[in-house]
């Protein structure tokens, strides 16, 4: 149920934007979720289909870009991408890895009218 208040704070945001903007009907959110965020596309998709009603955001289409994980060695510094589940560094081969990307969630832009 993550997702649920997740989207509810992506919804204040996109109101916020178009009242600010002067904007009567909000058209296209535009998000970034990070891989390591936890966060279900689909979920978020389904809960905004369904908040949204009754707002100027009402029928907005919602759109996902998502960012990979990236870690950084904690014995060598090297910053990478893991592969799939195999989380080692690359470099040198340790499992010290921190995250440094792929935790966002980010309302990127709305588009407005
Ligand atoms: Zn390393």
């Not at 891989?35 to 955001?57: C, H, M, N, Q, W």
């Amino acid at each position: 149920m993550h997702e649920l208040s997740v989207t509810q704070s992506i919804l204040e945001i996109a109101l916020a934007h178009a009242k600010e903007a002067g904007a009567n009907r909000i058209l296209k959110v535009n998000l970034v979720v990070g891989e390591l965020s936890g966060l279900v596309g689909e979920y978020i998709r389904f809960y905004f289909d369904f908040i949204t009603k009754g707002t100027p955001a009402e029928g907005a289409e919602l759109t996902i870009r998502h960012v990979p994980a990236r870690f950084r060695c904690l014995d060598c510094g090297a910053e990478y991408e893991p592969g799939g589940d195999d989380w080692t560094c690359p470099h040198c081969g340790a499992l010290r890895p921190i995250a440094v990307g792929g935790k966002e969630l980010l309302v990127e832009s709305i588009e407005v009218e």
